[in-house]
């Protein structure tokens, strides 16, 4: 039988862990906020402590630090319905034995007090708080990227973030920085898959003055000038099979050779990389390699897409709100109606956060859509779709088929760039539209541009939505 601590200025929640608690043998005081906490442990310190973070009187981590004051202090569990990146860290690198979100099962509290009463808690490192929240969210999904990010950021490892596109992968990259050993260091992001192959290498390693035809100058690459902080490789599993040996012999030694330079220079850099791809599958279908994989993913950590977290639409659309209501200079309209919410609730999103702030962007703008379900829902109504490519490109292409297919048969890529051009006047230079036509991504349409030496350009450019 333990002596527990219970905190919580919310009677309900208070009692139903205290009686519980109560169910399997322990012996529980109960305390409804900061001023009593402290109190009862100067009177008899406990076993352990569970607490709520933000209550009336104090929060959570002002109880952690009068906890950790005691001469044989006690673990610490926090529960909280207001989570953040900020308190998760601040909280497990002050020695928190665990972070749970509420609503959380009761099973799941009372196994983690079984193994915080086995465990000692650790000494932990001293340091101040994170700055304003960096990521908005306290769905339990996303409380364990928050423990993830607490526990690994300050760890020299390499990291693998996974998610959908629009989950905020670059997010995490720069939290792992910030809340890392070297936050005053450089962040570089590269964002790979919009790199073309012929020019990845430069790009991350540098070159030397006279390396290639354009190279003018000596140019740093893109992990030297990330030398002492962290370098984000993002999209990572788009670099080619030929690249991942490069990149892979950069892990394994620490070493940057530039383009014609003779010998690498050693580099200090923490890599996180991210992706929206299956790298088990890649490797599996051999296209990505399992060395590369596994130096890369030191640890991993995957974010939920938004629709496994709708609990936090009201707090994401409030900070997107006020995000874009500064920037553009309009009143902020205040929460959007109940029923507005459920019309968000119900879309997929796709796009995940990155949509959602398009689609608060195009309300905000419009005036009073996110306080009517009905415009709301037109907004998130799917464009109507064009003509059919193949029979508006038919006549187009026409011309094209009938000269390739007479022999001489033209190579594969010379083909591609042929018909990527037709496609291209089809649209009248509007790679946008060219790029849903083909069924591709706008960055692969322009890669694939750079590759047929850019054979675009001649074509004008037209303004894009």
């Excluded at 490069?246 to 383009?259: A, H, N, S």
């Excluded at 109507?384 to 088929?401: F, I, K, M």
């Amino acid at each position: 039988m333990a002596h527990i601590l219970v905190v919580d200025d919310d009677l309900a929640i208070r009692e139903m862990v205290a009686l519980a608690l109560e169910k399997r043998g322990h012996r529980v005081v109960r305390a409804p906020g900061l001023a009593a906490a402290r109190a009862a442990l100067a009177e008899a310190p406990p076993d352990l402590v569970v607490s709520d973070i933000y209550m009336q009187d104090g929060t959570g981590l002002e109880l952690l630090q009068t906890v950790r004051s005691l001469e044989d202090p006690p673990p610490l569990i926090l529960m909280t319905a207001k989570g953040t990146l900020e308190t998760a860290a601040a909280a497990l690198k002050d020695g928190v034995f665990d972070y749970l979100a509420k609503p959380f099962d009761l099973e799941l509290l009372l196994e983690r007090v079984q193994a915080a009463l086995a465990d000692p808690p650790p000494a932990p490192p001293r340091g101040e708080d994170g700055p304003a929240s960096m990521i908005v969210g306290s769905a339990p999904a996303l409380v364990e990227v928050y423990k993830a990010i607490g526990r690994v950021a300050p760890l020299r490892v390499p990291v693998l973030v996974l998610g959908e596109t629009g989950t905020g992968k670059e997010l995490v990259a720069r939290a792992l920085h910030r809340f890392g050993a070297h936050p005053q260091g450089p962040f570089v992001p590269v964002h790979c898959g919009a790199i073309p192959d012929t020019l990845i290498e430069s790009e991350l390693f540098g070159h030397r003055k006279g390396a290639f035809t354009d190279a003018q100058r000596d140019r740093k690459g893109a992990l030297a000038l990330a030398h002492g902080g962290t370098v984000f490789l993002d999209e990572v599993g788009e670099i080619s099979t030929v690249f991942q040996v490069k990149l892979l012999r950069f892990l394994e030694d620490g070493l940057v050779q530039p383009l014609g330079a003779e010998k690498g220079e050693p580099v200090q850099v923490r890599v996180v990389a991210a992706t929206h791809r299956d790298l088990r599958a890649l490797v599996a279908a051999g296209r990505f390699r399992e060395d590369l994989y596994y130096r890369l993913a030191g640890y991993e950590i995957r974010i939920p897409p938004l629709r496994e977290r709708l609990t936090d639409l009201p707090a994401l659309v409030a900070h997107v709100q006020g995000r874009f209501c500064g920037e553009l200079g309009l009143e902020d309209p205040g929460p959007p109606s109940r029923a507005a919410l459920d019309v968000l609730a119900a879309h997929p999103w796709p796009g995940n956060v990155r949509e959602l702030g398009h689609v608060v962007r195009r309300a905000l703008i419009e005036g009073g859509a996110l306080a009517d379900p009905e415009r709301l829902a037109r907004l998130l109504a799917p464009p109507s779709p064009g003509p059919e490519p193949s029979a508006s490109l038919r006549p187009a292409l026409l011309p094209v088929a009938s000269s390739l297919f007479p022999r001489p048969y033209l190579p594969l890529d010379e083909l591609e760039r042929l018909y990527l051009l037709e496609v291209l006047e089809h649209t009248g230079g509007n790679k946008t539209e060219a790029a849903r036509i083909l069924g591709i991504e706008r960055k692969t349409l322009a890669r694939k541009l750079i590759r047929g030496d850019r054979p675009d350009a001649d074509l004008p450019e037209s303004e894009e939505p």
